[in-house]
């Protein structure tokens, strides 16, 4: 049975299924409306709660909007007790104060639930915060808390260290949800980040601990690090004890959307020992070795979907990384560039995406610069 974490009155399992990539009967890209196939992920939701996992991840967004009625169906059999459902409120789609509630009525509508056991300020930046203080969007939050439809509230977030920080202090949040693995520890200041929650005391929950994938399939010279410190461990098991071994990791969430992947993962939590200092550094060693190969930092999440041209920027992306990473030879990655419909040289720079990124990825200067340089 996987491992469990304390928090307040509760314990929460250290893994957690996240449901931003679930399995689906059509490609996965946000813009496709993509159709979750239910067997496949309910069968990973059954083997997650068989295994002790009892926390599961969803938001307003996901697979077109699909994925809170998915999570909320698969749940119904279950007793409400006996696990925790998370969601967030999209703060960017709101134009007026009254689109909360709105939105919090859907969000409980598609799920078929009554209340959340937890729930979030969605990807709080400095334009999205602004926001919020305009709509009120925490009081408004702690007033479902007071009616009984939200139990714990917190914020992931997306933004710079002065942005995280006047968040922290402008509120008394119960968790906060960053993105946080041995590559994004110094790239995406994930180590600043997570020191600041610490000192204010706000347990972590940790998002993209693989990286959207990447990490589970890492440079040739990562592979070879890795076999030689960690034998007969996945590279995707080794990203996850790296979060695991901080003290105020709430839980991890991991978009896994096959059996094997949940096997590992709650495998890997199962009577966890945390990394010694040596095989820490052993991490940050890799992540050295990743930043060499230029990769873009693009984990596939697509946010960048709503582009009015409908540039498959991801999937452009993917390309130019599995070069990089050795997976691909330029000629292959060329190939597969001409066969997509609508690549980098319609982007019309209107920044949409830019502003979108959670990585921070400036999208049209590298469309621009890999429709020049790399791609004929």
Not at 16 to 32: H, I, N, S, V
Not at 76 to 85: A, G
Not at 243 to 264: C, F, H, K, R, W
């Amino acid at each position: 049975m996987i491992d469990r974490v304390k928090f307040k009155d509760i314990e929460v399992s250290r893994l957690g299924l996240g449901t931003m990539r679930l399995p689906c009967k059509t490609p996965f890209k946000r813009e496709a409306n993509p159709l979750i196939d239910y067997d496949k992920g309910c069968e990973l939701v059954d083997l997650a709660y068989k295994n002790g996992v009892n926390y599961f991840d969803t938001a307003y967004m996901y697979h077109a909007g699909k994925s809170e009625k998915f999570i909320g169906t698969a749940l119904k059999k279950y007793p409400r007790d006996t696990y925790y459902l998370a969601d967030k409120l999209p703060i960017w789609i709101c134009t007026k104060k009254s689109d909360m509630e709105r939105v919090f009525n859907k969000q409980l509508e598609r799920t078929g639930h009554d209340y959340f056991d937890f729930y979030l300020l969605h990807a709080l930046d400095g334009g999205n915060l602004k926001k919020c203080l305009k709509f009120g969007a925490v009081e408004f939050c702690e007033q479902k808390r007071k009616e009984g439809k939200i139990k714990y509230f917190g914020f992931s977030f997306h933004g710079s260290i002065e942005d995280l920080k006047e968040i922290v202090a402008g509120h008394k949040w119960d968790f906060a949800q960053i993105q946080m693995n041995y590559l994004d520890w110094k790239n995406q200041n994930a180590k600043e980040q997570y020191e600041i929650l610490t000192e204010a005391g706000i347990p972590v929950i940790i998002m993209e601990p693989v990286r959207g994938g990447k990490l589970a399939d890492p440079p040739k010279s990562v592979k070879e690090l890795f076999d030689k410190s960690f034998p007969n461990k996945s590279y995707a098991s080794t990203a996850i004890r790296f979060d695991a071994s901080y003290d105020n990791v709430l839980t991890i969430l991991s978009g896994m959307n096959a059996p094997e992947q949940m096997l590992d993962n709650i495998e890997t939590l199962t009577d966890f020992k945390p990394f010694s200092d040596t095989e820490l550094k052993i991490c940050f060693n890799a992540a050295s070795l990743i930043n060499k190969t230029d990769i873009i930092p693009c984990t596939g999440c697509d946010y960048c979907a709503d582009c009015p041209k409908s540039v498959k920027i991801s999937s452009i992306f993917a390309l130019y990384n599995n070069v990089k990473n050795d997976e691909m030879t330029p000629q292959e990655a060329q190939e597969a560039y001409d066969k997509i419909d609508i690549n980098a040289s319609e982007c019309v720079k209107c920044n949409k995406c830019k502003e979108h990124c959670p990585q921070g990825i400036d999208i049209p200067s590298l469309l621009e610069k890999l429709k020049n340089d790399f791609f004929a």
